[in-house]
C-alpha cells in the first residue's frame, strides 16, 4: 500500500498563504485518487479537495472553493494543496489520503472510502 507523509504546514497570519505537500513511496502513485481532509480541534475530519489519478479532475469543499487549488505531480509521486487568503476557521491538522480507482475521472469526498492516510500537518493561522 501507498505510505504518505505531508510537510509544509506552520504558524501563518490571516491572509498569507501556505503550500501543503504530501509525498507517496511504496505504490503506484498514478493509481490513485488523492484527497486533502482537515481536522480541528473538537470537531470531525471534513473533506477540503480531491484530485483524479491523472489530475485533470479536482472537486473542492465549498469553505475553500476559489482559495485552495490542489494538483499533482505524478512524475514526483506528490500532491499539493495551494492555500490562499488563510483565515483562523482554516487552522487544523491537514491529511492527505489516497484511494485506489481505475478510472481517470474518480475521486472521492468521503473519508471512508480512503484507504490510505498521512499523518497530517498542523496548519494554524492568528488572527
Known amino acids: 500500500q501507498v505510505q504518505l507523509v505531508e510537510s509544509g504546514g506552520g504558524l501563518v497570519q490571516a491572509g498569507d498563504s501556505l503550500r501543503l505537500s504530501c509525498a507517496a513511496s511504496r505504490g503506484t502513485f498514478g493509481a490513485y485518487a488523492m484527497g486533502w481532509f482537515r481536522q480541528a480541534p473538537g470537531k470531525e475530519r471534513e473533506f477540503v479537495a480531491a484530485?483524479?489519478?491523472?489530475?485533470?479532475?479536482?472537486y473542492y469543499a465549498d469553505s475553500v472553493k476559489g482559495r485552495c487549488t490542489i494538483s499533482r505531480d505524478n512524475a514526483k509521486n506528490t500532491v499539493y494543496l495551494q492555500m490562499n487568503t488563510l483565515n483562523p476557521d482554516d487552522t487544523a491538522v491537514y491529511y492527505c489520503?489516497?484511494?485506489?480507482?481505475?478510472?481517470?475521472?474518480?475521486?472521492?469526498?468521503?473519508?471512508?472510502?480512503?484507504?490510505?492516510w498521512g499523518r497530517g500537518t498542523q496548519v494554524t493561522v492568528s488572527s
Open positions: 484530485i483524479g489519478r491523472s489530475g485533470a479532475y479536482t
Open positions: 489520503a489516497a484511494k485506489q480507482t481505475y478510472t481517470a475521472q474518480a475521486l472521492a469526498v468521503m473519508s471512508s472510502a480512503y484507504d490510505n
